[in-house]
């Protein structure tokens, strides 16, 4: 083999390596090619995955903020019960002092 053929061998089978990478190249495109459609299905997705975030975002500062106003309109409740057990637990011991001293000005007399 001469040095020429041996050149147009080897630029043969360059271009043949060549050809079969594009071809190859070309498959993988055609196979791999995402339609439109798909594009605008997964673009409307996140649309919707962004919205829905959002809005669960907005509900969950509504909640906190729900039972902010219940915890405090419960400890509210409490102090409020509390102050009237203790009336009533005052009421309660000037009646009986009262019952005590009638049944002493009742023996009395």
Do not use: P
């Amino acid at each position: 083999m001469t040095r020429t053929e041996f050149i147009i061998a080897t630029a043969i089978v360059l271009f043949i390596a060549f050809c079969m990478g594009w071809f190859a190249n070309w498959l993988v495109h055609r196979f791999s090619r995402v339609a439109q459609a798909d594009v605008d299905q997964l673009e409307r997705m996140a649309q919707e995955l962004h919205e829905a975030e959002e809005t669960r975002d907005q509900a969950i500062t509504y909640l906190q903020q729900r039972e902010a106003e219940l915890t405090n309109q419960i400890n509210q409740t409490e102090a409020e019960l509390a102050a009237a057990m203790e009336g009533l637990r005052d009421a309660r011991q000037e009646v009986e002092e009262l019952r005590d001293y009638v049944a002493r000005g009742n023996k009395a007399s």
